[in-house]
T-cell receptor
Framework: GAVVSQHPSRVICKSGTSVKIECRSL??????MFWYRQFPKQSLMLMATSNEGSKATYEQGVEKDKFLINHASLTLSTLTVTSAHPEDSSFYIC???????????FGQGTRLTVV | QKEVEQDPGPLSVPEGAIVSLNCTYS??????FMWYRQYSRKGPELLMYTYSSGNKEDGRFTAQVDKSSKYISLFIRDSQPSDSATYLC????????????FGGGTRLMVKP
């Protein structure tokens, strides 16, 4: 399957700072990227969908000013958690797909801890 | 009612057992069906996908889809401790821009 690389795998930041998470498709051009949040022992919660060159579409209840998504190229999307607070601590996962693909491929996930 | 329902488990089986994981769905527009495996603190890994009713086999894994009953299953034969993970079913409609709808995931534990 296709490879999606997510970085960093783990990050600890102070409350009030911003954190950027990168998601790269290594061997294909990802026309669409998805960002998920996952709480312990729960399934993935879709936060937003981004298409290359377009503004991201956020799911209901997700603050777009807090979770900034940029999909500037066909191989890179970034999620920036702005002014992070302890309640933003979670596991964030990206996935990438292309119109020619049936399935989506996931990154390794980023565990964010805000202290 | 959620669009995709999946028994959360945990499901505990002895090594070598046959495991059956199941999902039901309510949206008849779903056309593509996938199973992902997720180890603790890792991203989901695609195991299998299918788009037609019937069975699809890959090694010890068999994916089964029954569109008339809106029911999909994943069977694992000769289960191994390394199969211990959370299994997520996912599905999408044909033109949803590849957006997936996930089940809640089933935690599987295979005891040696």
């Amino acid at each position: 399957g296709a490879v999606v690389s997510q970085h960093p795998s783990r990050v600890i930041c102070k409350s009030g700072t911003s954190v950027k998470i990168e998601c790269r498709s290594l061997d294909f051009q990802a026309t669409t990227m998805f960002w998920y949040r996952q709480f312990p022992k729960q399934s993935l919660m879709l936060m937003a969908t981004s298409n290359e060159g377009s503004k991201a579409t956020y799911e209901q209840g997700v603050e777009k000013d807090k979770f900034l998504i940029n999909h500037a190229s066909l191989t890179l999307s970034t999620l920036t958690v702005t002014s992070a607070h302890p309640e933003d601590s979670s596991f964030y996962i990206c996935s990438a797909s292309a119109y020619s693909y049936t399935e989506a491929f996931f990154g390794q996930g980023t565990r964010l801890t805000v202290v | 009612q959620k669009e995709v329902e999946q028994d959360p488990g945990p499901l505990s089986v002895p090594e070598g057992a046959i495991v059956s994981l199941n999902c039901t769905y309510s949206n008849s527009a779903f056309q593509y069906f996938m199973w992902y495996r997720q180890y603790s603190r890792k991203g989901p890994e695609l195991l299998m996908y299918t788009y037609s009713s019937g069975n699809k086999e890959d090694g010890r894994f068999t994916a089964q889809v029954d569109k008339s009953s809106k029911y999909i299953s994943l069977f694992i034969r000769d289960s191994q401790p390394s199969d211990s993970a959370t299994y997520l079913c996912a599905m999408r409609v044909n033109n949803a821009g590849n957006m997936l709808t996930f089940g809640g995931g089933t935690r599987l534990m295979v005891k040696p």
